[in-house]
């Protein structure tokens, strides 16, 4: 589903996808990090504390 949404977010003309992980949630770090994201950032949000993933997108190739 993750791939999914990232080619749909290509061809849509995104350039890049950005997630908040609460980081206690160690399943889904492990995914953003297998499937190429970095993590840019912290953000602490109603007394929670999350860390942001981007990942570049390379654009979709046109025939």
């Not at 061809?11 to 840019?40: E, F, I, K, M």
């Amino acid at each position: 589903m993750l791939s999914l949404a990232e080619r749909q977010a290509a061809t849509l003309g995104a350039r890049a996808v950005h997630l908040l992980c609460d980081v206690r949630n160690q399943s889904a770090l492990a995914l953003y990090q297998h499937a190429g994201y970095r993590r840019v950032c912290d953000a602490h949000l109603y007394g929670d504390h999350f860390w942001v993933h981007e990942k570049l997108l390379k654009p979709p190739l046109r025939l």
